[in-house]
């Protein structure tokens, strides 16, 4: 008689783990929205607490109403943060940073201290790249 062979599976998925170098994996569309300028500046004005779409609008110079709606879905859709609506006359709506959201405050803090940090060498780089053409 032959041998027989068994093959043993497990109902266990393995943990997602995403690849941003490969091209259809979803973590890029992660980084397309973390890596965003205004994401960056939506989550630093709302560190300190919830905010109302004319008070991020404010504290935000130069992003657009329709921007700031559309980032604003995206950041909710994505879990980063949460809109609340409360039933008053008129009604109120405020954002807050979900846990999430939080998480994302301290790696997008280190890049504007970068930015900061590296302001005169990155402008002197371009002013020097921008003369020798």
Same mark, same amino acid.
């Given at each position: 008689?032959?041998?027989?062979?068994?093959?043993?599976?497990?109902?266990?998925?393995?943990?997602?783990?995403?690849?941003?170098?490969? =091209?259809?994996?979803?973590?890029?569309?992660?980084? *397309?929205?973390?890596?965003?300028?205004? !994401?960056?500046?939506?989550?630093? #004005?709302?560190?300190?607490?919830? #905010?109302?779409?004319? @008070?991020?609008?404010?504290?935000? @110079?130069?992003?657009?109403?329709?921007?700031? +709606?559309? !980032?604003?879905?995206?950041?909710?859709? *994505?879990?980063?943060?949460?809109?609340?609506?409360?039933? @008053?006359?008129?009604?109120?709506?405020?954002?807050?940073?979900? @846990? =999430?959201?939080?998480?994302?405050?301290?790696?997008?803090?280190?890049?504007?201290?970068?930015?900061? +940090?590296?302001?005169?060498?990155?402008?002197?780089?371009?002013? #020097?790249? *921008?003369?020798?053409?």
């Amino acid at each position: 008689m032959g041998r027989r062979h068994f093959v043993v599976t497990t109902s266990v998925e393995p943990p997602l783990r995403g690849s941003p170098y490969r =091209a259809g994996c979803p973590t890029r569309r992660i980084l *397309d929205r973390i890596g965003d300028r205004w !994401t960056v500046l939506i989550v630093g #004005a709302l560190w300190d607490g919830s #905010a109302r779409f004319s @008070e991020l609008r404010r504290r935000i @110079e130069g992003i657009s109403q329709k921007m700031l +709606t559309q !980032t604003l879905r995206g950041l909710e859709r *994505d879990g980063l943060v949460r809109r609340t609506v409360y039933p @008053e006359v008129p009604v109120r709506v405020e954002y807050t940073l979900t @846990e =999430a959201g939080r998480s994302l405050r301290e790696p997008l803090r280190a890049l504007e201290e970068w930015s900061i +940090t590296h302001l005169g060498d990155v402008s002197a780089s371009q002013e #020097a790249y *921008d003369r020798a053409d």
